[in-house]
């Protein structure tokens, strides 16, 4: 299929971080498909699949889904858009990840971008966020923050050790974030 040459970035940080945000500013600029690995999973759950009870689960605690189930979500989405751009957001969140959709899709990323920014922040956003999502309480957060510095954190280290982390300070007013993003694009 088409997607199997596609440009991938895959975007990374906390929960909060703004990955949502930044990739929805992206897509009006550049001609990038935005798709959310949470988003997709929760997509999922709502469908009725089999699997939906198993994702809800683990999304409630915070813990990442089986491999499998993720990066078939992913190239299904990859391959019904006709695209081949993408702003992969929130995956891969640990090794296995990063290795199944390595085997699967046989795609690297052309870059990845780390949204970096404190918790406490991070914090303060989610809590401050009314979307009615089952993981925005302040207990299922703190294990998300924990999953995010065990096993995200990790891969991040991955990719900057091959010169392929673009890191941003996201800590800043999202117009600000955006700015810097942009230039990433535009070269
Ligand atoms: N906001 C954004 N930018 C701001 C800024 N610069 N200044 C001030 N406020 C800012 O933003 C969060 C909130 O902050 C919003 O209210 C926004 O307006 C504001 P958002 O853009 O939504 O941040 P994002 O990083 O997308 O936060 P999200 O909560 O979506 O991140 P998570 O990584 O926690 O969530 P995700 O949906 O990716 O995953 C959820 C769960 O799904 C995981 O915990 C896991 O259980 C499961 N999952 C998997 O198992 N596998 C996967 O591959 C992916 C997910
Ligand atoms: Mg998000």
Not at 89 to 101: A, K, L, S, T
Not at 163 to 176: F, Q, T, Y
Request: a positive charge.
């Amino acid at each position: 299929p088409r997607w199997k040459k596609s440009t991938v970035v895959f975007v990374l940080g906390g929960p909060g971080s703004g990955k949502g945000t930044q990739c929805a500013n992206l897509v009006k600029h550049f001609s990038y498909t935005h798709f959310s690995a949470g988003d997709l999973l929760r997509a999922e759950i709502k469908s009725g699949s089999q699997f939906g009870a198993m994702i809800q689960s683990m999304i409630a605690e915070g813990r990442i889904v089986p491999s499998e189930i993720t990066v078939k979500l992913l190239c299904k989405a990859m391959e019904e858009s006709g695209n081949d751009k993408f702003l992969i957001d929130g995956f891969p969140r640990n090794e296995e990840n990063r290795i199944v959709f390595e085997n699967v899709a046989k795609i690297e990323p052309a870059f990845v971008l780390f949204f970096d920014c404190p918790e406490d922040e991070l914090e303060r956003r989610i809590m401050s966020r009314n979307q009615g999502r089952e993981d925005d309480n302040i207990e299922t957060i703190k294990k998300r923050f924990k999953v995010f510095v065990e096993s995200t954190l990790p891969i991040i280290s991955y990719y900057e050790s091959k010169g392929k982390l673009r890191k941003i300070n996201a800590a800043k007013p999202s117009e600000e974030v955006f700015e810097a993003v942009k230039v990433l694009f535009a070269s």
